[in-house]
């Protein structure tokens, strides 16, 4: 699935924790989007980043919900103090700097469940 | 606001039958991009096929094309000769200026079902 990879794949926490997802774009790639999809919904847009900068946070939950994508290393999603509705699939997508509408690449997604 | 718009919960087609799967759009903008998505069962997305709003001619991938009518805003799906692999959940989605860097919204999808 053009080399976005994203962990983990499934991840169960309990209310209160907190839970932290990973992706790593496509070689290449210096743009970062990040999605939820809600059980049999489409999905949402949240983020938009580039290394080091929020572009757009417009999706973004005002409490709790942090991205980054520092110099180095994969970009971040962070949901601190998980409640139930938070379970859901997180999907990252990326695409290059330079782009035509036809390269953005999704990862396998991580499902998150909170208990 | 921008709006994609897929009224199809549900289709069912037999192995080797032609389906289309309907969406429509909403936007002001001129310049846009509109795609499709595969998600089966496994869960990951799978990008289908792509058309430009300034595309002449409708887009295709091998059993997959792109209907674009600009002037309903609409861009739907046709799969050529059904295969029980095609079974899954189908996003149709938009993003804005036709460039990356610019989020995608994403329909409701619509469940396809192969039979033999």
């Known amino acids: 699935n053009a080399g976005v990879m994203q962990n983990p794949r499934h991840l169960v926490r309990r209310r209160g924790q907190e839970a932290r997802l990973r992706c790593s774009p496509m070689?290449?790639?210096?743009?970062v989007y990040w999605y939820r999809q809600l059980p049999e919904e489409g999905l949402k847009f949240m983020v938009y980043?580039?290394?080091?900068?929020?572009?757009?946070e417009s999706g973004m939950p005002k409490e709790r919900f942090s991205a980054e994508f520092p110099k180095e290393g994969p970009s971040i999603l962070r949901i601190q103090q998980v409640v139930r509705g938070d379970s859901a699939a997180y999907f990252c997508?990326?695409?290059?700097?330079?782009?035509?509408?036809?390269?953005?690449?999704f990862g396998e997604g991580s499902w998150l469940t909170v208990v | 606001a921008q709006k994609i718009t897929q009224t199809q919960p549900g289709m069912f087609v037999q192995e080797k039958e032609a389906v289309t799967l309907d969406c429509t759009y909403d936007?002001?903008?001129?310049?846009?991009?509109l795609f499709w998505y595969k998600q089966p069962s496994s869960g990951e997305m799978i990008f289908l096929i792509y058309q430009g709003s300034y595309d002449q001619q409708n887009a295709t991938e091998g059993r997959y094309s792109l209907n674009f009518q600009k002037a309903r805003k609409s861009a739907n799906l046709v799969i050529s000769a059904s295969q029980l692999g095609d079974s899954a959940m189908y996003f149709c989605?938009?993003?804005?200026?036709?460039?990356?860097?610019?989020?995608?919204?994403f329909g409701k999808g619509t469940t396809l079902s192969v039979s033999s």
């Open positions: 989605a938009m993003s804005l200026n036709n460039q990356a860097g610019t989020a995608l919204i």
């Open positions: 997508a990326s695409s290059p700097r330079q782009a035509s509408g036809n390269t953005i690449y």
């Open positions: 936007t002001s903008d001129p310049s846009y991009g």
């Open positions: 070689k290449g790639h210096s743009h």
């Open positions: 980043l580039q290394k080091e900068n929020i572009i757009d």
